[in-house]
């Protein structure tokens, strides 16, 4: 599991980065490329957020129904 946060935490970084560098190379393009640019300003933003809430949700769910299973199941 570790393995796969690891390589998704990379994945992440990579887009990241380059929705940055797309939105400074929009910049500078002018205006001509204003909707990609705010495009990438906006996805910018709204991506790292939308990976933290999926992120907070999972934990959760994970933690409410990782305790239900634990206390349903018989003890040896």
């Known amino acids: 599991m570790k393995k796969v946060q690891r390589i998704l935490a ?11 560098l797309s939105t400074l190379v929009f910049a500078f393009l002018g205006k001509d490329f204003f909707p990609m640019f705010m495009a990438a300003l906006f996805s910018s933003f709204v991506l790292p957020v939308l990976l933290w809430a999926y992120g907070f949700v999972y934990r959760l769910i994970k933690k409410n129904f990782g305790n239900g299973q634990e206390n349903d199941a018989p003890k040896p």
């Open 10 to 20: 990379i994945i992440g970084i990579i887009v990241l980065v380059g929705l940055y």
